[in-house]
């Protein structure tokens, strides 16, 4: 049985010394257990978080352990109701030939003609791009989506899908051959290289409606090309940050950006910038006024003024506020 093992944490982007190789005996299945044979094994972006032990949505490897993985694998032998020899399932195996598993967390998959396609478009990453985009994204046709690592799973899918639902796609991918794949096979409107001197403008030129949904994969130059571009009411399903996932540390000087945006992927924060009078309307309006009358006259809500008195002393009292001098809401007694 070959087998990747965690060998050290790697600080940056791992290397000869991260992972071990090693060989040992084919595992034996007992009563209750079923003998797994690697057939294919998924490689993701992911698999980085899970050598590093930094606070994570997820537990990662310990040093010593088999690199985990999701594997579509064959049934070689079975004592596990519902699965037979020869079946083929996916599996969370990990990098190794040979596992034993009890059948938990196991599925079942149907005759394929590509079994490895239950380890992309027909599996992990393809629900990524159809769940971010759809439930998150919420994309109405005419919008503009843009989406990075444009070739690969989660990326090509995610724009695909914004093609059926009407929008306009625009890609971003590193390389020529790449984005020529993006647009002329997966159909997307445009692709940008990440690397060209001026991604930025060439993006700008992409989006001449500006981006509705940015769905966000990579981070990085990617990310602060969209910002200014965005338009009102944006969404921004974050789902990965892989141009920062080989970072050593968080980078020099005052950018925390790679911080924040794990928080939000990792935490699922929701986090929506709102304009009071532009994102709310007299029906928001009035359930306020109903639900604040009510609750001061019940005493549920105290209130605090802090009063300047005289016109003539309301800059003071303007600087003063900002600064902190006031104590409650700064209202000035004019006359
Ligand atoms: P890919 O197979 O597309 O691999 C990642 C790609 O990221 C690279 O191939 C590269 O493509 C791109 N990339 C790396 N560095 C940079 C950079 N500095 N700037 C721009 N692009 C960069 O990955 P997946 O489709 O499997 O995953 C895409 C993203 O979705 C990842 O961030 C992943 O972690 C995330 N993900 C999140 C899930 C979730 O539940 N939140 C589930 C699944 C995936 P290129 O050459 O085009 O630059």
């Known amino acids: 049985n070959r087998r990747w093992t965690l060998a050290e944490r790697p600080k940056g982007r791992p290397d000869d010394g991260t992972l071990d190789f090693e060989t040992g005996p084919v595992p034996q299945a007992g009563k209750g257990e079923m003998l797994l044979r690697t057939r294919w094994l998924s490689l993701d972006p992911y ?7 930094a606070k994570s949505y997820a537990t990662p490897v310990e040093i010593g352990g088999v690199m985990t993985g999701q594997v579509v694998a064959e049934v070689a032998s079975s004592d596990v109701e519902g699965f037979e020899t020869g079946d083929l399932v996916l599996a969370g195996s990990g990098w190794q030939d040979w596992a034993v598993s009890d ?40 919008e503009t989506v843009v989406v990075a690592a444009a070739s690969g799973p989660v990326g090509a899918t995610v724009g695909q899908i914004a093609k059926i639902r009407g929008c306009r796609a625009v890609g971003v991918a590193g390389g020529p051959e790449k984005c020529r794949h993006v647009v002329e096979t997966l159909g997307f409107d445009a692709c940008i290289d990440h690397r060209a001197d001026d991604f930025e403008d060439q993006l700008k030129q992409a989006c001449p409606d500006g981006i509705d949904i940015y769905f966000e994969n990579v981070g990085g130059r990617v990310l602060f090309g969209v910002l200014p571009l965005l338009n009102p009411f944006a969404r921004m399903p974050v789902c990965g940050t892989a141009a920062w996932y080989n970072n050593a540390g968080l980078p020099d000087g ?26 709310f309307g007299m029906d928001d309006y009035r359930d306020f006024a109903k639900d604040m009358q009510g609750w001061i006259a019940d005493g549920k809500v105290q209130y605090r003024e802090h009063v300047v ?27």
């Open 254 to 279: 005052p950018d925390r950006s790679p911080l924040l945006m794990r928080t939000i992927l990792s935490m699922k924060v929701r986090m929506q910038g709102f304009i009071i009078f532009d994102t």
């Open 309 to 335: 008195d005289g016109l003539e002393n309301a800059f003071d009292g303007f600087l003063g506020m900002l600064d902190g001098s006031n104590f409650g809401k700064t209202v000035v007694r004019v006359g």
């Open 103 to 142: 059948g938990q967390g196991v599925q079942k998959l149907p005759p394929v003609e590509r079994p490895s396609w239950a380890l992309g478009i027909l599996g992990m990453p393809g629900f990524t791009a159809h769940a971010g985009l759809l439930k998150i994204g919420e994309p109405k046709a005419g």
């Open 47 to 53: 698999m980085r978080g899970r050598m590093s032990d």
